[in-house]
């Protein structure tokens, strides 16, 4: 799968990603830090990614109001970051490309 991390996701969620095989591309590697919320979505959905961000209310919003999109997951911060990828392996596993592509999940 193809994942596009907002500058809010943590790097060890990267580093996650990219041990598993997955395309990951970060917003600091290829747009401005202050580039808007809007532009980003669709910079994600022209790379065909799924978006990945700590930001649920505007991007909940972006993607609800931009269907069909890519998918989006809202990475809800935890304690550590044992817990953060343990919830992000958790919704790999449970949902896999299809229940991630096209969809709203949260992680």
């Known amino acids: 799968m193809k994942f596009f991390l907002d ?27 202050d580039t808007t919320d809007e532009d980003v979505f669709a ?14 209310n505007h991007f909940l919003a972006l993607a609800s109001s931009n269907h069909p ?21 958790r919704l790999l596993t449970r949902a896999g490309d299809v229940g991630l592509t096209g969809n709203i999940n949260f992680a």
């Open 7 to 33: 500058h809010d996701v943590p790097d060890h969620i990267f580093a996650f990603l990219i041990q598993r095989g997955h395309a990951v591309i970060r917003l600091r590697d290829v747009l401005p830090v």
């Open 43 to 56: 910079f994600a959905q022209r790379e065909r990614a799924i978006m990945v961000s700590c930001n649920r």
């Open 69 to 89: 999109n890519h998918g989006l997951i809202v990475l809800v911060r935890r304690k550590n970051r044992h817990q953060e990828s343990a919830r992000f392996l």
